[in-house]
Nanobody
Framework: QVQLVESGGGLVQPGGSLRLSCAASKSINSCYVMGWYRQAPGKQRELVARITSSGSTNYADSVKGRFTVSRDNAKNMVYLQMNSLKPEDTAVYYC?????????WGQGTQVTVSS
């Protein structure tokens, strides 16, 4: 099972940017689909963005055009660049790795968008 550690969260004003990072404990090169999810208070966890091992991406409608997911397989890293942040983006953001029956989660990083 791969271990995941997120970083980069924090407090940012509306319209600002943050870059989240996810460090994996082992190679994510082979067939791992890497994803970013988020969970706001009182709401279900939802998919934000994901990227396949070949680099194909998909995004939640609410973040299209503002967020960009990327991966560096050589460094076992996944990133989420978040621009034009809105108060409704406030949530705990989780990194996820899926491969066959393996489904691993990080501990989450808090993102708060507020003036």
């Amino acid at each position: 099972q791969v271990q995941l550690v997120e970083s980069g969260g924090g407090l940012v004003q509306p319209g600002g940017s943050l870059r989240l990072s996810c460090a994996a404990s082992k190679s994510i090169n082979s067939c791992y689909v890497m994803g970013w999810y988020r969970q706001a208070p009182g709401k279900q966890r939802e998919l934000v963005a994901r990227i396949t091992s070949s680099g194909s991406t998909n995004y939640a409608d609410s973040v299209k055009g503002r967020f960009t997911v990327s991966r560096d397989n050589a460094k076992n890293m996944v990133y989420l660049q978040m621009n034009s942040l809105k108060p409704e983006d406030t949530a705990v953001y989780y990194c996820n790795a899926k491969r066959l029956v393996e489904d691993s989660w990080g501990q989450g990083t808090q993102v708060t968008v507020s003036s």
